[in-house]
T-cell receptor, first 114, second 114 residues
Framework: EPEVTQTPSHQVTQMGQEVILRCVPI?????FYWYRQILGQKVEFLVS????????KSEIFDDQFSVERPDGSNFTLKIRSTKLEDSAMYFC????????????FGDGTRLSIL | DQQVKQNSPSLSVQEGRISILNCDYT??????FLWYKKYPAEGPTFLIS?????DKNEDGRFTVFLNKSAKHLSLHIVPSQPGDSAVYFC?????????????FGKGTKLSVKP
């Protein structure tokens, strides 16, 4: 069964450094998402992406964050100048279309900021 | 801001019995609801969904019930199996306007005892 893959599984970065989290969505999916889950808290929406542009973003997704689909398969989340509070699990998801279609999630990248 | 609430952090059930997981929501604009299962170190796995035009959806051992007037949904697992032990997340979205980004509950940890 097709799946969303994320790399790396764990990323340790010094505060202030830039980090890029990578995702390969399911191949025939059109909508891509990033979510995060801070330890002990809810899974929170960050951003959705469709047709090579951001569809919607949450308040969390400020100028520190950016997303890109650099080729036909990868979808990346870049965090510039990381802060301690960016430490979380970051999940990528994709869906074949918006609306009444389930999103399928990758296994996440655990980001640890030191 | 708790638009989606799962008030039971944990539930313990005997193998073979029914598991009932509950979820309440406050936003009357939600029209698509999903249940995800999550094992440690994995991403959320889609289980079952329901749109607001229905009040029940069934898939094998899993049934989701939606009570729009009460803004309540539940997931029934019958019969429960030890492999069902995981954290279950309720999620909701608004079709169209918000591009389908999911609002998650905090999750309920289900333990199915042999």
């Amino acid at each position: 069964e097709p799946e969303v893959t994320q790399t790396p599984s764990h990323q340790v970065t010094q505060m202030g450094q830039e980090v890029i989290l990578r995702c390969v969505p399911i191949s025939n999916h059109l909508y891509f998402y990033w979510y995060r889950q801070i330890l002990g808290q809810k899974v929170e929406f960050l951003v959705s992406f469709y047709n090579n542009e951001i569809s919607e973003k949450s308040e969390i997704f400020d100028d520190q964050f950016s997303v890109e689909r650099p080729d036909g398969s990868n979808f990346t989340l870049k965090i510039r100048s990381t802060k301690l509070e960016d430490s979380a699990m970051y999940f990528c998801a994709s869906s074949p279309e918006q609306g009444r279609q389930p999103q399928h999630f990758g296994d996440g990248t655990r980001l640890s900021i030191l | 801001d708790q638009q989606v609430k799962q008030n039971s952090p944990s539930l313990s059930v005997q193998e073979g019995r029914i598991s009932i997981l509950n979820c309440d929501y406050t936003n009357s604009m939600f029209d698509y609801f999903l249940w995800y299962k999550k094992y440690p170190a994995e991403g959320p796995t889609f289980l079952i969904s329901i749109s607001s035009i229905k009040d029940k959806n069934e898939d094998g051992r899993f049934t989701v019930f939606l009570n729009k007037s009460a803004k309540h949904l539940s997931l029934h697992i019958v019969p429960s199996q030890p492999g069902d032990s995981a954290v279950y997340f309720c999620a909701a979205s608004v079709y169209g306007g918000s591009q389908g980004n999911l609002i998650f509950g905090k999750g309920t940890k289900l333990s199915v005892k042999p």
